[in-house]
């Protein structure tokens, strides 16, 4: 983001604390309690997600030619790897001979041996290598390859589709939000691992979490809402993605400081919201990336949750403070966000109510249903 764009923004949050409101939309919006608990919605969102662009990762975790990683994305292990061209390039994780995983966790390496039998692959996915060859002549290395799916590098994230036939064009599926992102530079920080959570709550739930700070006055009572703002949300939407500004509770000193001393990054924190499932909230000091997979029933989810850092983790003090924020911020996903919507998930399931409420003062919320709906 440019200073000029930074500044407007935080001139509307400034705005909102001080008049101790937040953005809101003209109507209050209705949501069905099946949209959470009904096995043919989650079918349709299984088609949604296996139609759209899938955000795997960061740039940063194939940093040069002849590296690789692994993903699950909708249960399926995925190999994505950078090859001496430059590019990335995405497979099917599955080995030719017998299915097994080839490759495990990330790393670099010139070819990839599967740990079953030992046929080897390189990174452009081409079998070179059968140990034992004369028992398999109708498999010849040198013609036989991975099952390639559509990737791609944009923004300064890692994109695949499911579709093996998909043509991915991020700019245009990102369309404004794709300079934006590559600006904040955290595609490229120092990726951090993943941490998962398989937990009894719809995917839809899980995100909705992460759409409004309505709740932090409560829930984070004791963790973010020691430096955020509750109920102040600076909201902009960009076709079926949005963006949201979460000020930090110092936001109106700076009415008493002449705007170009600002330093707005050291007042917000923001939220994007990219469709259909992937969170990422961004400070100067933390990339975080949140990917939400819809699991075999409609009340369970897969979050995978990942961090980035700008700092230089070669010195172990700064890795291990890096890696206590990032426990930190799990822990309170996990701990408090996660942990009350259980709860809301198995009253959706009880059938007690029909209905649930998203209010104005949750364009977030508003804004991911509607752009749900209208996709399925
Ligand atoms: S399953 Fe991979 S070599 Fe046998
Ligand atoms: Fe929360």
Redesign the pocket.
């Known amino acids: 983001m440019d200073r000029d764009q930074l500044i407007d923004l935080t001139r509307r949050a400034v705005k909102l604390a001080r008049d101790k409101t937040t953005d809101l939309t003209p109507a209050e919006h209705t949501v069905a309690a099946a949209t959470y608990t009904s096995a043919e919605r989650l079918a349709q969102d299984t088609a949604m997600l296996l139609a759209s662009p899938q955000l795997v990762g960061y740039v940063s975790e194939l940093p040069r030619p002849g590296t690789y990683c692994t993903k699950t994305v909708m249960g399926r292990s995925i190999l994505l790897t950078r090859g001496s061209d430059d590019t990335v390039r995405a497979f099917d994780n599955v ?1 030719l ?4 995983r ?1 490759a495990d966790g990330c790393g670099a390496a010139r070819r990839l041996a ?1 740990p ?4 080897t692959y390189d990174l452009d996915g081409n079998l070179v290598g059968v140990p034992g060859k004369e028992g398999f002549p109708g498999t010849r290395s040198g013609s036989a390859k991975l099952t390639e799916l559509p990737a791609a590098e944009c923004a300064g994230f890692l994109w695949i589709s499911l579709d093996r036939d998909a043509v991915l064009d991020i700019p245009a599926f990102l369309g404004p939000l794709a300079d934006e992102l590559e600006s904040w530079g955290i595609g490229r920080w120092a990726p951090l691992g993943e941490k998962v959570l398989d937990c009894p709550i719809n995917w839809k739930l899980a995100i909705d979490t992460f759409a409004e700070n309505y709740h932090f006055a409560t829930v984070h009572k004791n963790t973010f809402a020691t430096i955020a703002r509750s109920n102040c949300t600076v909201f902009d939407s960009f076709g079926p993605h949005h963006r949201l500004v979460f000020p930090l509770n110092g936001i109106l000193d700076l009415e008493n400081i002449p705007e170009e001393q600002w330093d707005p990054l050291q007042n917000m924190v923001v939220i994007y919201a990219l469709f259909p499932n992937i969170v990422l909230s961004c400070t100067i000091a933390n990339g975080e990336l949140f990917r939400v997979y819809p699991a075999d029933a409609p009340g369970r989810s897969i979050t995978v949750h990942q961090n980035s850092t700008p700092l230089d983790l070669s010195d172990e003090s700064t890795a291990a403070g890096a890696a206590a924020v990032f426990d930190y911020a799990h822990a309170t996903v996990r701990d408090e966000d996660y942990a009350l919507v259980t709860g809301l998930q198995a009253n959706l399931e009880s059938g007690a109510r029909e209905n649930l409420v998203f209010g104005r003062n949750e364009p977030g919320l508003q804004h991911r249903h509607q752009t749900w709906s209208e996709a399925i």
């Open positions: 080995c001979h017998r299915q097994s080839i599967c079953y039998h030992s046929w």
